[in-house]
Nanobody, 122 residues
Framework: QVQLVESGGGLVQPGGSLRLSCAAS????????MGWYRQGPGKQRELVAT???????NYADSVKGRFTISRDNGKKSVYLQMSSLKSEDTAVYYC????????????????WGQGTQVTVSS
């Protein structure tokens, strides 16, 4: 099986910065697209950013220019550097990783992290 462990959340003032980390472990043959999603109070879960296995990044318009996604394939990890944080960024942030399991079965499946709370408040 595959496990994802998230870290880096916390309380920060408006305008501040945080860096989220997500590390995958288990029976992993390869990793495809990795991404971050968030769910704010009373809202649906939404995409924040993704990065594919070749380093192609995409971002939600609401975070473009403020957040940067990156990955370390050797460490099986994905990161989200968040700057110029706003109160609207307050949410539980979830890591999502597309994993190919094996060998020998070599089946693909998406896995989700447990979530980490980010609170932006003065």
């Amino acid at each position: 099986q595959v496990q994802l462990v998230e870290s880096g959340g916390g309380l920060v003032q408006p305008g501040g910065s945080l860096r989220l980390s997500c590390a995958a472990s288990g029976s992993i043959f390869s990793i495809n697209t990795m991404g971050w999603y968030r769910q704010g109070p009373g809202k649906q879960r939404e995409l924040v950013a993704t990065i594919d296995r070749f380093g192609e990044e995409n971002y939600a318009d609401s975070v473009k220019g403020r957040f940067t996604i990156s990955r370390d394939n050797g460490k099986k990890s994905v990161y989200l550097q968040m700057s110029s944080l706003k109160s609207e960024d307050t949410a539980v942030y979830y890591c999502k990783v597309g994993v190919v399991i094996g060998p020998p079965q070599l089946t693909g499946k998406d896995y989700w992290g447990q979530g980490t709370q980010v609170t932006v408040s003065s």
